[in-house]
C-alpha cells in the first residue's frame, strides 16, 4: 500500500534561542550532542539537534569485532531517540543532502523503509552553528571490482553482512562432500592499516572459535587462510616503525600471510588481482586501504581538500563560513606547532593536519562543548590543540601493542601485553563515559562480563 507523503513539521524552537545543529552521529558528533545537551539544552540556553540517518550508533573503531563475531551489536549499540530523550536535545533522522548558506538551512533527504515506504519526508533545518561530523568512507581508489566483490566495514551493517557470510562460508565447507575449492575459506583483507591489522588478529582467534562448535570436517590450520596485502613496504604505516614490526612478528606467528609492497588492481570473484600479476583465491574480501570524507561535502561551497575534507581553522570553523564547523574524519584541521617537511629539497615545510584518529574526534568534541558556549555569549573562540595521546593496536586476545606520549608518561613509552590492552579498553570506556556517564558505562560493564559466561565466545549467527 502506498501511503501519501506527509508534510514535514517545523521544528518548534523558542524565539531568540540559539540553534545548533550537529550532523552525524559518530563519536565526535554524538558526544558533542550529549554534552551540549546537558548543559546548555537541559538549561533552555540553546537548542541542540542532532541530524543522523542511521538509528542506533556504535563506535566504529570496534567495527572489526563485529565482523569476527566476537562482540554483540546489540549489546553496545547506542539508540538516538532514547539518548536524545535523556540528554536534552533533538534527534531527527536523515541524511544531509545539501546547504543553504545564505538561509543558514541544513537540507536533509527523505528516509524511506525497506519497502520503498516513506518514513520521513524530505526537510530543511534552519540553525545559527552548525557542526558537520560526518565522519568519512572507503576510498577504493577506483579500483575495479571492489564495489562488486568486497566488503568495506563502514557501518554495523556491513559488519554484519561480512559475519554472515564468514559463517556460511563455514557451514557450507563443513557440509560438502566434495574437497574445498582453491578459495574456499581463503580470506583477503586489503590495507593494513589499524582496521586491517585488528581484522586479521580477530579472525584467527574467531574462526578456530567458530569451528570447534562441531564443525569438525574443517581443519583451520590447514583450510583457513587470512591474507593481509598491503601496497606499502610496511604494515601500519602511520604509526611508528616498532609497532609495525611488533604487529608483524605476532600475525607471521599465527599464520596470517602478511604481504607487504604488494599492489592491488582488481578484485574478482575469484580472488584478489596483484600488480605482479598473482591472483590470491578468495571467498571473502574486506577493502580497509584507505578512506576518504563523503562526497557532498565538496557541494557545498566550502573549502575542501583531495580527500573532501572540509578544510577548516585552528577554532574548528570553516575557512569560507564562521558559522560551520566541522569535526572527526571529515575535517582537515591543522595541527598547530607541527610540520610535514617540503617535498623537494630545500622547500618549506609544509602545515601538517591531525590524523584521522578517534582520540582527535573525542578532543574536538570536549574542546567545542566549551567554545560554543562561548559563541552564544559573544566571546572569541580559542583554538584548539591537539594533544597525541599514542597509539594502540589490539591483536585481539594474543596481544596489544602500542606507544603512550604525554606529560603522563614522561614522553614516549612502549607498551604492550596486559598493560596495553587495558589502556586499548580505556579508550572505548572514555567513549562511553562521554555518552552515559561513570555509574551507567560500570553498571553495563558488570552486566556484559556476567553475560559473556553464559554465551558462545563467537557469534554463531
Known amino acids: 500500500m502506498n501511503l501519501p507523503t506527509p508534510t514535514p513539521r517545523p521544528e518548534p524552537v523558542p524565539p531568540g534561542l540559539h540553534r545548533i545543529v550537529i550532523v552525524g552521529g559518530g563519536a565526535g558528533g554524538l558526544e558533542l550532542a550529549t554534552r551540549l545537551g546537558d548543559t546548555l539544552g537541559k538549561k533552555g540556553l540553546a537548542h541542540i539537534t542532532l541530524i543522523e540517518k542511521a538509528r542506533s550508533h556504535f563506535w566504529k573503531p570496534h567495527l572489526h569485532e563485529i565482523a569476527a563475531g566476537s562482540m554483540d551489536l546489540h549489546a553496545h549499540a547506542t539508540d538516538y531517540l532514547a539518548q536524545s530523550h535523556w540528554h536534552g536535545f533533538r534527534y531527527r533522522v536523515g541524511e544531509m543532502l545539501g546547504l543553504d548558506r545564505a538561509q543558514r538551512l541544513v537540507q536533509v533527504g ?8 516513506v518514513v520521513t519526508p524530505g526537510y530543511t533545518r534552519g540553525y545559527d552553528t552548525l557542526v558537520l561530523a560526518v565522519g568519512s568512507k572507503t576510498n577504493d581508489f577506483g579500483t575495479p571490482g571492489v564495489a562488486e566483490h568486497a566488503i568495506a566495514l563502514e557501518t554495523p551493517a556491513d559488519a554484519q553482512r561480512f ?13 560438502q562432500a566434495e574437497p574445498l575449492a582453491p578459495r574456499q575459506l581463503q580470506v583477503a583483507i586489503i590495507g593494513a592499516g589499524a582496521t586491517g591489522v ?33 601496497a606499502g613496504p610496511r604494515i601500519l604505516p602511520a604509526l611508528p616503525e616498532r609497532i609495525a614490526a611488533a604487529a608483524t612478528a605476532l600475525l607471521r606467528s599465527l599464520g596470517v600471510q602478511v604481504r607487504t609492497a604488494s599492489r592491488v588492481t582488481g578484485v574478482t570473484a575469484e580472488g584478489v588481482q596483484l600488480a605482479s600479476g598473482e591472483l590470491l583465491p578468495a571467498e571473502l574480501v574486506v577493502w580497509a586501504a584507505g578512506v576518504k570524507a563523503p562526497e557532498f561535502l565538496r557541494n557545498l561551497g566550502l573549502e575542501t581538500n583531495k580527500l573532501n575534507q572540509l578544510v577548516v581553522q585552528p577554532t574548528l570553523q570553516c575557512t569560507l563560513d564562521e558559522n560551520v564547523f566541522a569535526i572527526g574524519d571529515c575535517a582537515a584541521a591543522p595541527w598547530l ?3 610535514a617537511p617540503g617535498g623537494v629539497p630545500g622547500t618549506p615545510a609544509q602545515p601538517m593536519n591531525v590524523p584521522p584518529r578517534a582520540q582527535a574526534a573525542h578532543q574536538q568534541a570536549s574542546h567545542l562543548v566549551k567554545q560554543l ?9 580559542q583554538p584548539w590543540r591537539y594533544r597525541d595521546f599514542g597509539s594502540l593496536v ?9 606507544n603512550l606520549m604525554g606529560s603522563l608518561v614522561g614522553g614516549n613509552l612502549w607498551v604492550e601485553g596486559l598493560f596495553a590492552r587495558t589502556m586499548y579498553l580505556s579508550l572505548y570506556k572514555m567513549h562511553q563515559v562521554a555518552l552515559h556517564g561513570y555509574w551507567k558505562t560500570a553498571l553495563g560493564s558488570a552486566s556484559r562480563l556476567l553475560t559473556r559466561t553464559t554465551e558462545p565466545r563467537v557469534k554463531l549467527h
Open 163 to 175: 559475519h554472515r557470510r564468514l559463517v556460511n562460508a563455514c557451514l557450507r565447507a563443513h557440509m
Open 110 to 117: 527523505p528516509v524511506l523503509d525497506e519497502d520503498g515506504v
Open 373 to 381: 558556549r562561548r559563541r552564544i555569549q559573544g566571546q572569541p573562540l
Open 198 to 230: 585488528e581484522l586479521a588478529a580477530e579472525l584467527h582467534k574467531a574462526t578456530r572459535t567458530l569451528v570447534s562448535y562441531n564443525l569438525e570436517k574443517i581443519d583451520p590450520e590447514r583450510d583457513i587462510r587470512l591474507n593481509l596485502i598491503e
Open 394 to 402: 589490539s591483536l585481539g586476545e594474543y596481544s596489544t601493542v602500542g
Open 337 to 339: 606547532g607541527h610540520a
